[in-house]
Nanobody
Framework: QVQLVESGGGLVQVGGSLRLSCAAS????????MGWFRQAPGKEREFVAA????????YYADSAKGRFTISRDNAKNTVYLQMNRLTLAYAAVYLC?????????????????WGQGPQVTVSS
């Protein structure tokens, strides 16, 4: 059974940083792109960042560029999201996702496996 387990969410003040981790189990995703999405209350799920299988290519939503960094460690079957200079607008549930096959996408429907998502809360 494939599982994506995120950690690292929580409460941070405006301007602060958080690092999210997503550990995969049940299969290896070392040949798959991985992605992060977020969903705020009452809003649709939106793309945040994605990374190719070897980390050579990364993709960011405009809102994440310059603030967030996605990375991965295939030996640990883990992908990370470093979030810096957070503002109130970044508060949401952040979801790790993996596609069923090789490739990388910025579109949620291309992903089959999803984590539960840690809550990121930003306080003023």
């Amino acid at each position: 059974q494939v599982q994506l387990v995120e950690s690292g969410g929580g409460l941070v003040q405006v301007g602060g940083s958080l690092r999210l981790s997503c550990a995969a189990s049940g299969r290896t995703f070392s040949r798959n792109g991985m992605g992060w999405f977020r969903q705020a209350p009452g809003k649709e799920r939106e793309f945040v960042a994605a990374i190719s299988w070897n980390g050579g290519n990364t993709y960011y939503a405009d809102s994440a560029k310059g603030r967030f960094t996605i990375s991965r460690d295939n030996a640990k079957n883990t992908v990370y999201l470093q979030m810096n200079r957070l503002t109130l607008a970044y508060a949401a549930v952040y979801l790790c996702a993996a596609p069923p096959s090789a490739g990388v996408s910025t579109t949620a429907r291309q992903y089959t496996y999803w984590g539960q998502g840690p809550q990121v809360t930003v306080s003023s």
